[in-house]
């Protein structure tokens, strides 16, 4: 076996560049990203509470948003802390082990989202074509199940990316262009022919990403044909208003997912790789609890419940 090259990063870890280039935008943009931060926390969080206190809310379409709302959470958490600090600190580097960890949580969250996203489809296909057997076939134990299966999906697709990029040799210069540790900008850094794992990570990632949509594609082409045998006009309606938040959500993270994993390697493309894992990583966790409260009757009478409570509490108290 021939000896491995002298790995830099192994002593002194990596540098996350960032806006390097652009230095005058680091106090802008850290308060735009700490009101998105706190938005995303302050969204999901209430939802995540949400369902798991108001008594309308206990059905498995609510369930698998509470995981979702969980997984954005712990999703964006990943990432936002640590570009929060790196925009005002001058020390932006990052030891091997610190962007290997990062690297798998990323995965580990952003895997378990799409094979999620997939079994929230499978709901909305059990609740809408057998709705009279929606509640054997969703009960709780299954609902579990799926979101254990998912996560344990997201676990091994997460591990076996962050392995096989972490055996290869980084031979210098370790300054990453990006704002984390990601697959595309650490593939870059290796002085070793990367052609092979290129090709696994393609296969790899076209397997996360198009076999959840292949499923969510087939759960909707038979929700749109049971919905279209509808006779009544508001049971059509009510059918679609219960899918469109997913459909929209489905969009906006596979979209910008398949962009950033799946388009060919160019070095012009980093700056635009840059932006579309921040719209991957931070917008689209903010605006998951907005498309489902804005879209969804039941959530919003559940917080206008919750906010009644709280206001009437208050009033009693200070009473």
């Known amino acids: 076996m021939p000896a491995r090259p002298m790995n830099v990063t192994e002593e ?8 390097a280039n652009h230095p005058d935008l680091k106090v802008p943009l850290f308060i735009v990203f700490l009101f998105i931060y706190t938005m995303i926390m302050a969204g999901n969080m209430l939802i995540f509470i949400l369902i798991m206190v108001d008594p309308s809310l206990q059905a498995p379409m609510y369930f698998f948003l509470q995981v979702l709302s969980f997984l954005d959470i712990c999703y964006s958490s990943v990432t936002l802390p640590r570009m929060l600090v790196d925009f005002l600190s001058k020390d932006k580097g990052i030891t091997y082990v610190g962007c290997a960890t990062q690297m798998f949580f ?7 989202e799409c094979f999620l996203l997939a079994v929230m489809a499978y709901d909305r296909y059990v609740a809408i ?3 009279l057997r929606y509640v054997i076939i969703m009960n709780k134990t299954v609902c579990i199940s799926l979101t254990v299966l998912s996560c344990f999906a997201g676990n091994l697709v997460s591990m076996l990316q962050t392995v096989w990029i972490f055996t290869l040799p980084f031979c210098g210069p370790h300054h990453i262009n990006y704002f ?3 697959i595309p900008p650490l593939i870059k850094l290796s002085c070793t022919d990367t052609s092979i794992y290129e090709m696994q990570l393609f296969t790899a990632t076209t397997l996360v990403i198009f076999t959840p949509f292949f499923l ?3 759960s909707y082409l038979l929700i749109i044909s049971s919905i279209l ?6 049971g059509r309606q009510k059918a679609f208003s219960t899918c469109s938040s997913h459909l929209i959500v489905v969009s906006l993270y596979y979209g910008s997912g398949s962009l950033i994993y799946l388009q060919p390697k160019s070095t012009n ?9 921040l719209i991957y990583t ?14 969804n009757k039941e959530v919003n009478e559940a917080i206008k419940r919750m906010m009644t409570k709280k206001t009437n509490r208050i009033f009693f108290h200070q009473k």
Request: one cysteine or more; hydrophobic letters at 50%.
């Open 282 to 295: 931070t917008i689209t966790p903010m605006l998951n609890p907005l498309i489902y409260s804005l879209r």
């Open 12 to 19: 002194n870890g990596f540098v996350l560049l960032g806006l």
């Open 269 to 277: 493309a980093e700056d635009n790789n840059k932006v579309l894992a």
């Open 216 to 218: 969510i594609f087939v």
């Open 229 to 234: 045998k509808m006779t009544s006009a508001e």
């Open 129 to 131: 074509c057998k709705p």
């Open 180 to 182: 984390f540790c990601d």
């Open 106 to 112: 990323l995965l580990f969250w952003g895997a378990s």
